[in-house]
């Protein structure tokens, strides 16, 4: 199922839709899919589940360190069908994030066909561009799944067009120039990409990289359908003493963000 | 007839890059096409080549050393003269005059054994532009004095604790770098990989080794050569050489990789040997992965080849069998590296060593009527230090160790 359906039902109710990232496998593969459900009841709509990899470039050091933390401890790419299931069975939307190596590698049809079969909703591919996908956007299509790219600040109009054509379920905005990671501002950058994306196309456009507080969420959710937050949730469970103090902190944390999607437009 | 899509060598090659990077990547694309053909960029890029790098390099032949070699003829390509010690100056002034031309005020590089990052920060000096260099934190230990280097050039080294802490996770960190700073910044890859246009770029900018050396070797034997060796690590000194050689259909073209304690050990970065496609740093190519596509860590004795993948070009070649490549163990290495030194008074790096044990592979395979081309990449001075624990040299003073025995530690200096 697309999360076009999702981020329908946000818009219906007037407000935009809390996407909360979680790598498979960190701390653990259960304990991972355990956060993954805390982040659904907590009021999360769309759980992204971030495959680790060896060599993430997009990503800063708080999931660079969980990916580390993951691969040591023995996840395998298949964990993240898994994942999907489990996210799926607990009522959100599930889109994998993930490297394009480890689905290359994989197999693109096989990956897409498995994922499909997992209930996923589609893929985030962080350093797949459009002008490289044609496998995976017709292996995509004919299993009915998702492709999100991403968008930037130094897009051109022709890089916004060009991606938001290839993209189904929404666009992806990174807010600022740079990698994941909780940011004090994440301001007019992400309003005027978000604003230049919509200029070109119909579908709902997400922004993310930096988000951190329910406020920030506040203020995304004011032009935005949809806000993303990945490194401030996956630091309350690395930086807490047991994973259960781990989980209590995503609870509260994705709470506060999730009161802050739904009184940006109030 | 289907041709590839630009930036693509067969199948392989490619942009696999945050869509952040893409405009820079544009950018970049059309300002080096146009720079090309501008008399005053080719004019100013051909001065420093005379001026400040001592182009042309000369070729050297090598007939005590050739003694070893089957008795074929054996010719050296000196690359190992230029300014800075190694072939990787050629590159890097043409990126940074590229910079200057972009309206760009900072460069950031990755380094390995480090001969990128001091090449980098010597043309930001010369060309006043602002220059940090990301090194994996093993390598700023293992590579210490090219850490002092840079930083009395003026750059900043910063030292990489990320992932495995070599080189594969100092180019992760520029390209982290990269996408955050790209209005102002341009990423002097070291090597023919990387996204579309790197590969091609960085391998026209080495083409002059190969263009230079054709000619030398017609004027010095009357022919062209039999053989071209080169060792690979991306891949840039090996494209240098081979590219005005691709169309001599007569002359092989044989590149060296490092093969680390043996392709049966698991330990090396012979990314032809186990190596398959996929994608690594922006392009697809062959690299050292695991069943999950995640990234296999590299060995090598010689840091400079010590990297998981290897420049696309390489691929295409290998697959259409116009080159072929070997692996060369850390022992054939240095065995070479202190034959050269004895036989010739040249101490060559121990990438470059690695073509030449490649050299005496092929002189015995084909005889005294061959004639073998080698890269001479760079100068061993900076692996001195390496040498000396391999062969035992530090450890006993007035005493006189045989080269060609191996530290029994059997750990070298520089894994
Ligand atoms: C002297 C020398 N030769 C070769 C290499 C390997 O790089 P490439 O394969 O790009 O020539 C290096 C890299 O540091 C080097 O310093």
């Known amino acids: 199922m697309s999360v076009a359906t999702v981020l329908q039902r946000c818009r219906d109710e007037g407000r935009a839709a809390l996407v909360g990232y979680l790598p498979v496998g960190f701390p653990t593969v259960p304990g991972s899919i355990e956060a ?38 023995g996840v395998r790419v298949r964990d993240a069908f898994t994942a999907a299931r489990a996210v799926v069975d607990s009522g959100a939307a599930a889109l994998v994030m993930t490297y394009w190596n480890p689905v290359l590698h994989h197999g693109v049809e096989s990956f897409a066909a498995e994922l499909a079969a997992a209930g996923g909703a589609g893929l985030i591919t962080p350093d797949l561009i459009p002008d490289e996908a044609s496998e995976w956007i017709a292996a995509a299509r004919r299993h009915d799944l998702d492709t999100v790219f991403l968008v930037a600040p130094s897009s051109t109009p022709e890089r916004l067009a060009t991606v938001a054509k290839a993209c189904r379920g929404f666009v992806y905005a990174t807010a600022v120039m740079g990698v994941t990671g909780a940011r004090a501002t994440v301001g ?17 456009v997400c922004v993310g990289l930096g988000v951190s507080t329910g406020d920030q969420a506040a203020e995304l959710s004011r032009f935005a359908d949809g806000v993303i937050v990945g490194s401030a949730l996956v630091r309350c469970l690395g930086s807490a003493p047991s994973e259960a103090e781990g989980l209590t902190r995503l609870r509260t944390l994705a709470t506060e963000l999730a009161d802050g999607v739904r009184r940006g437009r109030a | 007839m289907t041709h590839a899509p630009p930036g693509r060598f067969g199948g392989f ?30 004019g100013e890029l051909e001065r420093l080549h005379q001026t400040y790098t001592g182009r042309p390099s000369i070729i050297t032949e090598v007939p005590r050393f050739a003694q070893h070699c089957g008795g074929a003829r054996v010719v050296l390509k000196r690359e190992d003269l230029n300014h800075t010690g190694s072939h990787k100056i050629n590159n890097v002034l043409g990126q940074a005059l590229l910079t200057k031309r972009m309206g760009k005020t900072r460069v950031i590089a990755e380094t390995g054994a480090g001969q990128h990052g001091v090449a980098t920060a010597t043309a930001a000096a010369l060309l006043g532009l602002e220059c940090v260099v990301y090194m994996g934190r093993k390598d700023t230990e293992r590579q210490a004095l090219n850490v002092a280097r840079m930083r009395l050039l003026g750059a900043e080294v910063v030292a990489v604790e990320h992932g495995s802490q070599t080189l594969k996770d100092a180019v992760n960190e520029a390209f982290r770098d990269w996408v955050a700073n790209v209005a102002t910044t341009h990423y002097v890859l070291g090597t023919v990989t990387g996204p579309h246009p790197f590969p091609e770029m960085v391998r026209d900018f080495h083409r002059i080794i190969g263009v230079e050396a054709r000619q030398q070797v017609l004027d010095l034997i009357g022919r062209l050569p039999d053989v071209v060796c080169a060792c690979v690590g991306g891949g840039s000194n090996a494209m240098g050489i081979f590219h005005r050689f691709i169309d001599d259909a007569g002359v092989r073209l044989v590149g060296l990789e490092a093969g680390g304690s043996g392709i049966a050990s698991g330990k090396h970065a012979a990314r032809f040997s186990t190596g398959e496609p996929g994608v690594l740093h922006g392009a697809y190519t062959y690299v050292l992965q695991d069943e999950d596509g995640q990234t296999i860590e590299s060995h090598s004795v010689s840091a400079g080849l010590d990297y998981p993948s290897v420049g696309p070009e390489h691929a295409y070649l290998r697959e259409t069998g116009r080159a072929e490549y070997r692996p060369v163990t850390d022992d054939e290495a240095m065995a070479a590296f202190a034959l050269l030194s004895r036989t010739e008074g040249i101490l060559p790096a121990i990438e470059s060593a690695h073509a030449l044990a490649g050299a005496m592979q092929l002189g015995r395979e084909l005889g005294p009527d061959a004639v073998i081309l080698v890269n001479l990449s760079g100068r061993g001075d900076k692996d001195v230090h390496t040498a000396a624990r391999w062969f035992g040299l530090l450890e006993t003073p007035g005493s006189q160790p045989a080269l060609g025995h191996q530290d029994p530690s059997g750990t070298g200096g520089s894994r």
């Open chain 2, 13 to 42: 090659g490619g942009r696999y890059v945050p869509e952040a990077l893409v405009p820079a990547l544009e950018q970049l694309d059309e300002e080096r096409r146009k720079a090309v053909v501008d008399p005053e960029f080719v």
């Open chain 1, 36 to 73: 993954m459900r805390a982040l659904v009841e907590s009021g999360a709509d769309i759980v992204e589940i971030g495959v680790p990899y060896s060599d993430p470039v997009m990503d800063g050091p708080v999931i660079q360190d969980a990916a580390v933390r993951a691969l040591a401890g």
């Open chain 1, 188 to 204: 007019e950058a992400a309003e005027d990409l978000v604003a230049r994306t919509r200029a070109v196309t119909d579908l709902p």
